[in-house]
């Protein structure tokens, strides 16, 4: 069977076999945090996404989602998606010919979500144990390839094609890394292209020790990068500057009555710096 994009033109052309079997473990595995907390916010009144596909995806692999779910409200995830899939559209429309790289996609749905011009190249990329389960569900295209690598392998790069502007987005990855690895990540990105963008996500070290604690028994994850201050990250690259940071906690679709609750966890500054998304420009 063959769904249609949530929105837009789908590129990736994904096939659900009934109740395919996850075997994944430690970071491969909280794939599934964000895939759930996606169907979850689907299934919401008040959804962010309309992520029709995460739904089908996790109706359709035999996994107990509930074992996983993410820590504290799954609409954060879907906040934070939604803020990315905000700039990669921002990105596009601008230049319509770029290189789009989605580190450590997991079971991401974006590429449907987005529908990204003909012109434009998307790679998604996670380790080959996931890009091998990511190939059950879904097809490369023209325009669209899937790469299976660790990121902190110095060599996946050398087989990205580096002529084009380049955004790359890592949506809650990074909090896995070692602080050594996300810069030398970014180091990398920086160097193998003349000029783009980089968009990712921070958890404070408040978030992290929760975000583990609430992990712990449950997968052999966990959160490594706790960003408090977030000069240190500016500093990763000579040539970088951030030029957006926003906290899900203040973001502006969040519906009504969660923008007021959470207007008031914003007082606090261990609430407020949760999670923030950030982009860089180089
Ligand atoms: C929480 S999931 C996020 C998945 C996806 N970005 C999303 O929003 O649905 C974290 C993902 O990062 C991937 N990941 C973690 N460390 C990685 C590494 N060193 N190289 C490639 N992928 C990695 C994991 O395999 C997993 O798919």
């Known amino acids: 069977m063959s769904i249609p994009a949530t929105s837009g033109t789908a590129r990736a052309d ?13 970071e491969q595995e909280t794939l599934v945090i964000p895939l759930y907390a996606k169907a979850l916010d689907y299934r919401s009144k008040h959804s962010i996404l309309h992520d029709r596909r995460a739904e089908e995806l996790v109706q359709s692999i035999d996994f107990d989602f509930e074992r996983l779910r993410s820590p504290g409200n799954p609409r954060v995830l879907a906040v934070r998606a939604w803020q990315y899939d905000v700039w990669i559209r921002e990105f596009l ?26 012109s434009a190249l998307w790679i998604d990329l996670d380790f080959p144990e996931v890009i091998e389960l990511r190939r059950n569900f879904f ?20 087989n990205v094609p580096a002529d084009r502007p380049v955004l790359a987005v890592a949506d809650g990855v990074f909090e896995y890394l070692s602080e050594d690895g996300v810069r030398s990540v970014v180091g990398r990105l920086t160097e193998r292209f003349a000029h783009g963008e980089v968009a990712f996500d ?3 070290s408040y978030a992290l020790n929760l975000g583990n604690a609430r992990l712990q028994g449950k997968t052999e994850a966990r959160l490594r990068f706790a960003v408090d201050d977030l000069r240190r990250v500016d500093a990763f690259v000579p040539t970088w500057r951030r030029t957006t940071t926003v906290s899900v906690l203040a973001s502006r679709v969040l519906p009504f009555w969660y923008r007021l ?22």
Do not use: K, Q
């Open 139 to 158: 097809s490369e295209l023209d325009g669209y390839r899937m790469l299976g690598a660790s990121l902190t392998d110095p060599d996946w790069l050398g």
């Open 14 to 26: 994904a096939v659900l076999r009934p109740r395919h079997p996850l075997r994944l473990s430690g």
């Open 261 to 282: 609750i959470y207007a008031l966890a914003y007082l606090s500054p261990n609430l407020r710096n949760t999670i923030r998304m950030v982009r860089y420009e180089f």
């Open 202 to 204: 921070v958890m404070n």
């Open 93 to 118: 429309a601008a230049r319509p010919r770029s290189l789009v790289l989605n580190l450590g996609c997991g079971l991401d749905t974006r590429i449907a979500r987005i529908g990204p011009p003909a």
